[in-house]
């Protein structure tokens, strides 16, 4: 059984943690990337088939490839980060189930329709998104999630030669500024949008 995490620990990941346009000069490593893969992958997913699928953009070549394909204010917060990534989803998560979810070899069955595959890549990728937000702030990065870009042009950028592939949402990445951040925005009480039944 797990235990709470210490205060410090819930203000790191959700409540002083947030969302930056803007990033300290200091680099992003390749194992920094790893840690936050071997993190964000135990989160939990149906039938364990984590659909998403990640392109980290590095070189200062591939962060304006992507920025090119963004919009707003999103192209120069691309450009200037350390890092970014593509969140895409695998819509043919079901080709790895024998691997994924081997108790149930028939597994791959379940997912014969397209539509049906679509929903749950949607799904469980959103999901493996967001736990890669968490996995980053957990090892004291900072991340700028955005959907201000052009999805099929950064699908056949970054996911052409694999078209089941699909682009979800951009992430930047590093030590974030907090000259680049607003004020914190409302959020509501727990009345608001809950009931207990």
Known sequence: MG??????????????????NGYLDKPVTEDQLHQIWDLMKMGPTSMNMLPARMVWCMSQAAKDKL??????????KIRKAPAAV??????????????????APNAKKLFDDPEVRKVHALRNGSLQG????????????DTGPM???DNAAVDEAFFGETP????NFISTLGYG???????????PTFDKFNRIV
């Open 3 to 20: 235990q709470p995490l210490s205060p410090e620990g819930l203000d790191t990941i959700f409540r002083t943690a947030r969302t930056y």
């Open 177 to 187: 500024d907090s000259a680049t951040i607003r004020d914190r925005l409302p959020r």
């Open 86 to 103: 593509v969140i895409g989803m695998d819509r043919d998560f079901h080709e790895h189930l024998i691997d994924q979810f081997p108790h």
């Open 67 to 76: 920025a090119a394909l963004a919009t707003g204010s999103n192209s120069d």
């Open 147 to 149: 959907s201000g870009f």
């Open 164 to 167: 089941n592939v699909k682009s």
């Open 130 to 141: 967001a736990y890669f937000i968490i996995a980053c702030r957990a090892l004291g990065l």
